[in-house]
Nanobody, 121 residues
Framework: QVQLVESGGGLVQAGGSLRLSCAAA????????IAWYRQAPRKKREVVAR???????EYAAAAKGRFTISSGDEQTIGFLQMMNLQPEDIAKYYC???????????????WGQGTQVPVSS
């Protein structure tokens, strides 16, 4: 069983930066793809950034120019660097990744439990 665990959230002032990390607890073979989502209070979960299996990066309009998604290794599998954070970025941020195992087969996708990002104005 694999769990994804996000870290790096916390209170930041408007204009500040944070770097979120996504760790895989459990044995995996490789990471096929990874994405970061966020869910603000009383809103639907939305994709912020994604890194596909062919290394294509895509960003939501609100994230372009401020957020950068990157991959890691088989333990800390990915990161989201966020700059110039604003009150509208307040949300719980989730890691969503497709993981491959030594047994083979297609990637299985997992959600993390999320990490809060409050922004003070």
């Amino acid at each position: 069983q694999v769990q994804l665990v996000e870290s790096g959230g916390g209170l930041v002032q408007a204009g500040g930066s944070l770097r979120l990390s996504c760790a895989a607890a459990g044995s995996i073979f490789s990471v096929n793809d990874i994405a970061w989502y966020r869910q603000a209070p009383r809103k639907k979960r939305e994709v912020v950034a994604r890194l596909d299996g062919d290394n294509t990066k895509e960003y939501a309009a609100a994230a372009k120019g401020r957020f950068t998604i990157s991959s890691g290794d088989e333990q800390t599998i990915g990161f989201l660097q966020m700059m110039n954070l604003q009150p509208e970025d307040i949300a719980k941020y989730y890691c969503f990744a497709g993981l491959r195992f030594r047994s083979g087969g297609p990637p299985y996708h997992y959600w993390g439990q999320g990490t809060q990002v409050p922004v003070s104005s």
